[in-house]
């Protein structure tokens, strides 16, 4: 294994890949916690913020790193306070996932958060985001029309809509 960068966040390095035995590239970096905030149980919160890597405003479910040594849940009710405001009165792991195992080492852990109170205001001040609040079929939508266009929000978004059908 050999390091070819060590960023900020990131770390792109060689690996021997022990099935085939090629020489891959992996890239590790922090973990992910993604809230689903529901208002209500119609209603979920967002944000709506610029993102340079693509250029554009996207609308988001709220997420963040998860800091060494901290446990993903601990993550997403701070990034939910940081980003947001608020906090929640009930927050619980629904499952965790390789969004690109085959360069990306990290998980990304989705919460569903309830009991939504104001807690203040958000405090990552550098993120600079809009809440919007959307029912859960309009977020469809979006997502059909690909106005909400973010793998983890998408993935957030089905969720709402499979478990509302599953009645769950």
């Known amino acids: 294994m050999a390091v070819v960068f060590r960023g900020w966040v ?3 390095e ?3 890949n022990s099935a085939s035995g090629h020489t891959e590239l992996r890239i590790t970096k922090p973990d992910v916690a ?3 905030p529901m208002v209500d149980k119609h209603t979920i919160l967002f944000e709506r913020h610029y993102r340079s890597a693509t250029g554009m405003y996207m609308l988001e ?3 963040g790193h998860v800091n ?3 446990a993903p849940i601990h993550a997403a009710r701070r990034e939910l306070l940081e980003e947001t405001g608020y906090t929640a009165g009930s927050i619980r792991r629904i499952y965790s996932s390789y969004m690109a195992p085959g360069l990306l080492a990290d998980r990304t852990h989705f919460f569903m958060a309830k009991g939504l109170r104001r807690a203040g205001r958000p405090t990552d001040l550098h993120e600079k985001v809009q809440l919007v609040r959307l029912s859960v079929g309009k977020a469809y939508r979006y997502v059909k029309s690909g106005r909400i266009n973010d793998g983890k929000s998408i ?3 089905m969720h ?3 478990s509302r059908k599953a009645g769950t």
Do not use: D, Q, R, S
């Open 14 to 16: 060689t690996v021997i």
């Open 155 to 157: 993935i957030g978004v």
């Open 10 to 12: 990131i770390k792109v």
């Open 61 to 63: 479910l709220p997420a």
């Open 68 to 70: 060494n040594g901290e």
């Open 160 to 162: 709402c809509v499979l």
């Open 34 to 36: 993604v809230i689903i």
